[in-house]
C-alpha cells in the first residue's frame, strides 16, 4: 500500500547517525534514506558512506560520484523528505 512520506525535519535527521543503536540516515536532494542496510555494499566503504550519516549529504555525494543513480539504488530505503524545521505553535 502507497504509504504517505514521513516528513523530517533537520533536528530528526541529525540523530539518525548509525550510533547508539539508530540507524544512519542521510538526506539527498530533499530525500531523506535509512543507508544503514545499504552500507555494507557501498563500493566505497562503510566509513565514507558515514561521512553523510546523520546529515545533508548532498555536496558530498555530488563531490564525489554526481553520475551514481542513488535513487533507483535506495528506493527501498527511502525514509520521507527532508522538510525544514517546524516553528512552535502558541
Ligand atoms: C563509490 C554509491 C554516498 C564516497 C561509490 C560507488 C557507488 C556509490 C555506486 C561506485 C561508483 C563508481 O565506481 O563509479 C553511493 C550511494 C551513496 C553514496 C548510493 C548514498 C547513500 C557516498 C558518500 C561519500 C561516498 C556520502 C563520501 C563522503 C565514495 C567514494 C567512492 C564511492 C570515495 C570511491 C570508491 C573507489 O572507487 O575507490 N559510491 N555512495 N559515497 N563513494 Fe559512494
Known amino acids: 500500500r502507497e504509504m504517505p512520506y514521513l516528513r523530517v525535519p533537520p533536528s ?6 548509525g550510533r547508539k ?8 536532494n530533499g530525500k531523506v534514506y535509512n543507508i544503514t542496510p545499504y552500507a555494507q555494499f557501498h563500493p566505497g566503504g ?4 558515514m561521512r553523510g550519516a546523520g546529515r545533508d549529504g548532498t555536496k558530498l555525494f555530488g563531490e ?3 553520475w551514481v543513480n542513488y535513487e533507483t ?18
Open 12 to 17: 530528526m535527521l541529525k540523530r539518525q547517525t
Open 21 to 28: 543503536g539508530k540507524d544512519a540516515w542521510m538526506a539527498i
Open 46 to 49: 562503510v566509513p565514507e558512506l
Open 64 to 66: 564525489v560520484h554526481p
Open 73 to 90: 539504488m535506495l528506493a527501498a530505503c527511502l525514509i520521507g523528505l527532508l522538510v525544514d524545521e517546524p516553528v512552535g505553535d502558541s
